[in-house]
DNA sequence: CTTATATATAAGAAATTTTTTATATATGCT
DNA sequence: AGCATATATAAAAAATTTCTTATATATAAG
């Protein structure tokens, strides 16, 4: 019943798997930024920006930093940087990804 | 004006962002097979078996081996494996792809 | 008080991907 | 001759993903 660990990776496969969001992983990468920002940098509407970024986050791929530079009163802007993540894509890799826990060991 | 990596990536994880086709690299991996057969294996109809292959086959992910059985006659069955490929996924990783050639080195 | 910055979300349209259905061809078995 | 095995492709339907448009809210700058 491992197919939990797949699914899983289809999702977060799905993610990397467009141009846009994968631009921003770099562009957040090289420097954490706001929505807003990003938005300007790649072009793109806000609301898309947002909703790619959104999924993003979802998965865990990007998180929220707190880094702020305006020194007094509730952060309203909210800057995003790319989690520390790894995936190692191989046919070995994908094999047992399909594997029971019990069989993996 | 490296877009090119960054794109052929897309490709490549697209390729790989679905569920029957990571299923298929899994199946082949663990014995290689014809496209008839994995179609069976994975209960899908023929044509949608051949089209998922025939992505992955496009890309380099997965390769026709000559392992006949039938010794005489021309091999009218075609036998697959996956390719020896290995995609890392880090944040690092994906910034790369946007740098252009010259200020990679 | 208007503009720029900033977040959040919903609904619909557009584009792409996935799946089905149909067609054509060929071999081997019983 | 009919059935199972086997490949290949096209066209249309179905499903999903992506993008746009609209709305609402709030702060800071000029």
Redesign the interface.
């Known amino acids: 019943m491992n197919e939990n660990k797949?699914?899983e990776?289809?999702k977060i496969?799905?993610a990397?798997?467009?141009?846009v969001r994968?631009?921003m992983?770099?562009s957040?990468?090289?420097k954490p930024k706001n929505v807003y920002v990003l938005a300007k940098e790649l072009s793109l509407p806000y609301p898309l920006a947002y909703l790619h970024l959104d999924g993003l986050k979802k998965l865990g791929l990007v998180k929220e930093i707190r880094e702020e530079k305006k020194v007094e009163g509730l952060p309203t802007v909210k800057y995003y940087a790319?989690?520390?993540?790894?995936?190692?894509?191989?046919?070995?890799e994908?094999?047992r990804?399909?594997k029971k826990k019990e069989e993996m060991k």
Do not use: G, Q
């Open positions: 797949s699914r990776m289809v496969l799905k990397l798997a467009n141009p994968l631009k992983v770099a957040l990468y090289e790319p989690s520390d993540f790894k995936i190692v894509l191989t046919p070995i994908i094999h990804l399909f």
